[in-house]
């Protein structure tokens, strides 16, 4: 029997994806995963619908989110796996969060009408479909009024942080982030560590000491982005500061060229017991009943 493989970092149209979550569990079945996370960016809207098609194909799922906190080490971003979406108070900030995220997106629309690039919000919308709404939309929508032939040209000239209608968005701090998550129920995971800026092994080691007491409880080993050398320092650290590796292809579906649910770049194969170490970890944790 061939080993079974899991994907715990996946993105649907209830924030930057395009594929809606019911078609996401479908299309993970249909690659053979065992289990997979839906972990949407700020937004816990997809869940329900992917939970429940997951159940019908008999594919484990584990309903996930993934928030940006902002540091001395520049944005980072983490998941927080089997999250619970009534626990007190989370529904009311991932709102906020999200006004932030509007409030962001019109003035970037603001830059680019001053640029020449007019755009309207109607426009984003109809290619964002759900709640989480950023730039990977407004980088469709730039696309898709001629004004950049890819997204990479949209972020490149435009929407990355030295893009010229870069504009900041409210973020939580680190410990924040942390304890909003483990509030709700989830693991914490440090997610995609070395897509941080500048990141090398050296850095990374200095923010896990940093993250570590404030509760952080796995790290993203295995990742569409990491190189064999990233994936190593990565599991070695995680060794060294106690956290459990964690992976996920980060799949976008159209909205991330290239990067395909459960393999990434093709440079993906996350066993099984990945999970199940995970699940260990949560039941370790758990207060005596
Ligand atoms: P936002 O959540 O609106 O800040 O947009 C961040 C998302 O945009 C990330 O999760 C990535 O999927 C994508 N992104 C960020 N930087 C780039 C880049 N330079 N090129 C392409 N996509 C990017
Ligand atoms: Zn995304
Ligand atoms: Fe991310
Ligand atoms: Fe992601």
Sequence with gaps: MPERRIDLHTHSLASDGTDAPAELARKAAAAGLAAFALTD????????????????????FIPGIEIAVRSDFGELHLLGLWVNPAAPGFAATLAELRRARDKRNRAILDKLAHLGLPLSM????????????????????????????????????YLARDGKAYVPRLMLDPNQGLELLAAAGATTVLAHPCLAPAMTRRRLDQLLALLCPHGLQALE?????????????????????GLLPT???????????????????????????????LRAGRAKGRPPA
């Design 221 to 241: 080993v295995w990742h569409c982005s990491h190189d064999p050398n990233q994936t190593r320092f990565c599991l070695e650290l995680a060794s060294k500061y």
């Design 247 to 277: 992976g996920g292809s980060d799949y976008h579906g159209q909205n991330k060229e290239g990067v395909a649910l459960g393999t990434g770049r093709n440079n993906l194969r996350i066993p099984y017991s990945v999970l199940e170490a």
């Design 41 to 60: 960016h700020d937004t816990v809207a997809g869940l329900d619908e992917a939970g429940a098609e997951a159940e019908t194909l008999g594919l484990e």
């Design 122 to 157: 109607a426009e984003v919308l109809t290619l964002a479909r759900g709640e989480a709404v950023g730039r990977p939309h407004i980088a469709a929508a730039l696309r898709g009024q001629g004004y950049v032939r890819s997204r990479r040209e949209a972020f490149e000239r």
